[in-house]
């Protein structure tokens, strides 16, 4: 999930009503109890350690049984990278945001780097947040953003799977996470193709292509803005 996004969370099974939290020492969301359901929202940041990136929520029954589920919180740009780790099969650190030129793996096997082209705004608000306690300022940021997405590997993964980066971007599951976390993966303009950028390294062929996606996604931010409570206090001033 997207930091500032939510989600209704529900119980099933054993005996209701529940009670629902969120495990202490995680991302940091939040939890409220609706009716028999409640409303999982994301923490307003996310945490740059991976440790800190995920919520454990739990639900307990009326007869004390509980059970567990886990919310991974990530941007937009996270979301991609696990969009397409996810409908590949890649284990961890196959796929990962790489802003540099140049990346030679050094085993066999599949790598994707996704790497920020460039980056437009295209919308920018600043409403009063009075949700909660006392008054917030509630700050988004609409983007546009060309990535360029480079299909790694010493041996033939890169040259055979490639294909597969397409399908991966419009999957089920892709079309689930853009809905749930509010951003949007473009279509592929016409004329859209993979650039060879195979090269020769000694006696191993690396195998490199590249393709650009555009992606549009917003960022939020909630901040306190006490100075305003000044206004509202009852002051009386004297003179000597």
């Known amino acids: 999930m997207a930091p500032l996004t939510s989600t209704i969370v529900a119980g099933k099974g054993g005996t209701p009503p529940y009670t629902y939290s969120v495990v202490s020492g995680g991302a940091g969301g939040s939890i409220v109890t609706v009716g028999s359901e409640a409303r999982y929202t994301a923490p307003a940041a996310l945490n740059p350690d991976p440790r800190f990136q995920v919520d454990t929520l739990k639900v307990v029954d009326s007869?004390?049984?509980?059970?567990?589920?886990?919310?991974?919180?990530?941007?937009?740009?996270?979301?991609?990278?696990?969009?397409?780790?996810?409908?590949?099969?890649?284990?961890?650190?196959?796929?990962?945001?790489?802003?540099?030129?140049?990346?030679?793996?050094?085993?066999?096997?599949?790598?994707?780097?996704?790497?920020?082209?460039?980056?437009?705004?295209?919308?920018?608000?600043?409403?009063?947040?009075?949700?909660?306690?006392?008054?917030?300022?509630?700050?988004?940021?609409?983007?546009?953003?060309?990535?360029?997405?480079?299909?790694?590997?010493?041996?033939?993964?890169?040259?055979?799977?490639?294909?597969?980066?397409?399908?991966?971007?419009?999957?089920?599951?892709?079309?689930?996470?853009?809905?749930?976390?509010?951003?949007?993966?473009?279509?592929?303009?016409?004329?859209?193709?993979?650039?060879?950028?195979?090269?020769?390294?000694?006696?191993?062929i690396p195998y490199r292509f590249n393709i650009s996606v555009n992606i549009q996604y917003f960022v939020r931010k909630v901040q306190a803005i006490d100075y305003f409570d000044e206004f509202s206090e009852v002051q009386v001033s004297t003179e000597s």
């Open 63 to 204: 007869l004390g049984a509980e059970a567990t589920a886990q919310v991974k919180i990530a941007d937009a740009l996270l979301l991609f990278c696990e969009v397409l780790q996810r409908e590949l099969g890649l284990a961890n650190g196959r796929v990962y945001l790489y802003n540099q030129k140049i990346m030679q793996p050094t085993d066999k096997g599949l790598y994707i780097a996704v790497g920020v082209l460039n980056c437009k705004p295209f919308g920018n608000t600043n409403k009063p947040d009075s949700s909660g306690e006392g008054l917030k300022s509630g700050q988004s940021v609409n983007m546009v953003a060309t990535l360029s997405v480079d299909i790694i590997s010493r041996d033939t993964s890169a040259l055979l799977r490639k294909e597969e980066v397409i399908m991966a971007l419009s999957s089920t599951y892709a079309q689930l996470q853009q809905e749930r976390n509010s951003f949007l993966i473009g279509q592929l303009p016409p004329g859209t193709q993979f650039v060879n950028l195979s090269e020769i390294d000694g006696a191993a």
